[in-house]
């Protein structure tokens, strides 16, 4: 059984700081990863990718230099560590594992069931 669960987000004022973790299980783990997240009323969009080592990172332009992400290997953990806050930045967020055949939606075959993140004062 694949199982990939997200825990971290919360309510956040602009310029604050947030840590998500995404936490994979099963057949999720071992893979190359990636984060994305769904505003309200839009397209899920990618955030973010980390390779199985962890040695290799990219970020979307909208985020870089605000966010950072980083895996534990030894804890099948992934994290995004989120600075300066937007409003933009709302939405829930998503890990997702790439998986033995890269069939799924945008090419991952595992998903988790998301963390809110809600940036407002």
């Known amino acids: 059984q694949a199982q990939l669960v997200e825990s971290g987000g919360g309510l956040v004022q602009p310029g604050g700081s947030l840590r998500l973790s995404c936490v994979a299980s099963?057949?999720?783990?071992?893979?190359?990863m990636a984060w994305f997240r769904q505003a309200p009323g839009k397209k899920r969009e990618f955030v973010a990718t980390v390779s199985e080592s962890g040695g290799s990172t990219y970020v979307d332009d909208s985020v870089k230099g605000r966010f950072t992400i980083s895996r534990d290997n030894a804890k099948d953990t992934i994290y995004l560590e989120m600075n300066s806050l937007l409003p933009d930045d709302t939405g829930d967020y998503y890990c997702a594992a790439v998986g033995s055949t890269s069939t799924g939606p945008m090419g991952y075959d595992y998903w988790g069931q998301g963390t809110q993140v809600t940036v407002s004062s």
């Open positions: 099963g057949r999720a783990r071992g893979y190359a």
